[in-house]
């Protein structure tokens, strides 16, 4: 490995992991390196170029804790994330979304018909639909499992400090015999990324801004079904051409309406909504 040069590394860095050949790490290790020698070639990366992006990188660690992953951050404002959801939503079914940071596992149960918002301000809406299969079969005792923002663009999880619950704006459905779901819970607004920190920077030198689309979060599973993760969007909000993490898909977008007819729905509904959201979710077999 004496007689190495710029254009020789490459193979040669390569050759050293002894991976088991043919597989799947063998595949991502080796075209992580080839794509990062190339960068690093057709951009004469400078040193000063160089440790600037490791010092990114050391940054993005050093302000991340359990609460706070600021590499999931940063590849949710280059994109990588939404090209992960893009790559694995099967055909067929609903398209994927953002995760984002503030899924909790184990929300409270909520009967259909539920509030999810108790007690809190803002324009209560009902959100309703169906889980089916591609053909339109339902899906009965589909797990409807959701989180959001209050209406002034807050996740409860955010003011803990402040006395909220963590759990609330939370809670997993089970859709019915017709795999329909509904619940009453307050619009969200839409709100900033975190950008106080490293990807904060990144965001101002690209003079980005940090707002979401306001949204509702979905993992929504069945058996032997492949589960989604996803977000509606709503019709009326801002964002939707420039949200901060590329998560609006034209099919996630749910148009707002008048509550005029909710009661030819006949649904029983603890809270009395303002406005209506219709949105059905498509899952795919597992496999
Ligand atoms: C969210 O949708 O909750 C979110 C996504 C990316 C970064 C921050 C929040
Ligand atoms: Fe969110």
Known sequence: MRDINQFTITEAVKKTFKTEPGSRFEQLLRGFIDHLHDYTRENNVTHAEWMGILNF???????????RH??????????????????????????????????????????????????????SVLVHGRVTDSLHNPL?????????????????????EQ?????????VFEADEQGRYYYTTVLPKPYTVPYDGPVGRLLRAGNRHAWRAAHLHYIVRAPGMS??????????????DNDAVFGVRKSLIA???????????????ERKPDAVCKFDFVLAPEG
Do not use: H
């Open 57 to 67: 990188l050391y940054d993005c660690g050093q302000i991340s804790t359990p609460e």
């Open 70 to 123: 600021e590499f999931i951050l940063l590849s949710d404002v280059i994109g990588f994330s939404a090209l992960v959801d893009m790559i694995n939503t099967k055909g067929g079914a609903t398209e994927g979304s953002n995760l984002g940071p503030f899924y909790l596992d184990n929300a409270p149960r909520m009967k259909l018909g539920g509030n999810l918002s108790d007690g809190r301000e803002g324009v």
């Open 140 to 160: 009965p005792g589909a797990i409807v499992d959701t989180w959001q923002a209050d209406a002034s663009g807050t996740y409860p999880i955010q003011e803990q």
């Open 163 to 171: 006395g909220q619950d963590k759990y609330d704006l939370r809670g």
């Open 227 to 240: 589960s989604i993760t996803t977000e509606i969007f709503f019709d009326n909000t801002e964002y939707l």
């Open 255 to 269: 148009k707002l309406g008048p509550a005029s007819k909710v009661d030819e729905l006949g649904y029983s509904l």
